[in-house]
C-alpha cells in the first residue's frame, strides 16, 4: 500500500528521537516531505537525544580514479543524533548522480560500495538490517523493484562496509536500511545545533535523508528527518562509477571502405 505522504504529517510507528533513558524511550518524530531539490517545509520541533561521538574515517578503501565517493552529512562538531527504530521502518539517502558523479543521460552507473554508521548494535543477538537499491524518480518516489539487495546483515558498532548493489541507467538512486526487528542499532544523523554552535558547518538545503516508511504502507513522496534548525542527514556514504560514452571519429579513409 502506497501513502501519500502529502495527507500526513508523520508515520504511524515510524522513526523516533531518542530522550532520557536509553531504553524503551521512544517519542515519535516529526517528518515532512520535501523533494530533492528542496521543498518548503514545517519547522520540525522534536528535541533529541544528543551524544558526542568523534566519527573517524572510516579508511580501508583504493578508490579508482573513475569512482566517485559521496557523502551528505557533516558531524564537523564532534555530535550526531540517535533516532530508535520500530520493526520494518525504511530510511535512506537519495544520490543525485549527474551532481555528484557526472552521470549523463543514459549512461550506466555501478554502485561499487558502502559504508553505514550504526550505534547501540548487539551482534549475535538477531538485530540485524537489510539495505536496498532503488532508482528513484524526481519526487524521490521508488521508481521500480530494487536494482539490488543485501538481508539481515548484523552491523557492528560505528562503520560497517558493504559491497555495492548494482547498476543502473536512473540519474537518482536511493540506498535504504530496513530494521529487521527494530529496537537496536540506532541510526545516526549528523546535528545543526552543535554544527552551528562552533560555526564549522552550514545547514543542509537539499535534502537527501528520506524515510520511505514500513510493513504497513509506503510514503510517496518520502517523509524527511529534521531537527530544531532544520534538515538532517544520515551519516552513510557511497561510492559509484559511471560509464562514458564515447564515439571515436572516423577517418576519411575508414568512411570511404564502408563503400567500396
Not at 229 to 251: H, K, Q, R, Y
Request: with cysteine; glycine share 10%; net charge negative.
Amino acid at each position: 500500500m502506497r501513502k501519500d505522504s502529502r495527507e500526513h504529517s508523520h508515520p504511524a510507528g515510524g522513526f523516533r528521537s531518542v530522550t532520557g533513558p536509553i531504553v524503551g524511550a521512544r517519542i515519535t518524530a516529526i517528518l515532512v516531505a520535501v523533494i530533492l531539490a528542496g521543498a518548503a517545509s514545517a519547522k520540525p520541533r522534536i528535541p533529541f537525544q544528543e551524544i558526542r561521538d568523534e566519527i573517524f574515517p572510516h579508511g580501508g578503501e583504493s578508490l579508482r580514479p573513475e569512482v566517485c565517493s559521496v557523502a551528505y552529512y557533516n558531524t564537523c562538531s564532534g555530535w550526531v543524533h540517535l533516532w530508535a527504530w520500530s520493526c520494518s521502518d525504511e530510511a535512506g539517502v537519495v544520490f543525485d548522480l549527474p551532481s555528484e558523479c557526472g552521470k549523463t543521460p543514459g549512461t550506466p552507473c555501478t554502485n561499487e560500495g558502502f559504508w553505514w554508521y550504526w550505534r547501540w548494535t548487539h551482534p549475535g543477538y538477531n538485530y540485524t538490517v537489510s539495505y536496498r537499491l532503488y532508482p528513484v524518480d524526481s519526487s524521490c518516489c521508488k521508481a521500480g523493484p530494487p536494482i539490488g539487495s543485501l538481508n539481515r546483515q548484523d552491523p557492528i558498532e560505528r562503520w560497517n562496509y558493504y559491497a555495492g548493489l548494482g547498476t543502473t541507467e536512473s540519474d537518482f538512486v536511493t540506498l535504504t536500511a530496513i530494521m529487521d526487528w527494530g529496537g537496536y542499532p540506532f541510526l545516526i544523523t549528523d546535528n545543526n545545533s552543535k554544527n552551528q554552535e562552533i560555526g564549522c558547518a552550514p545547514i543542509p538545503t537539499e535534502q537527501h535523508t528520506v524515510y520511505y516508511g514500513d510493513v504497513y504502507g509506503e510514503y510517496c513522496p518520502p517523509l524527511t528527518l529534521g531537527d530544531d534548525l532544520g534538515l538532517v542527514n544520515i551519516v552513510m556514504d557511497a561510492t559509484f562509477s559511471c560509464e562514458e560514452t564515447s564515439i571515436e571519429p572516423a577517418s576519411w579513409g575508414a568512411i570511404k571502405t564502408l563503400f567500396r
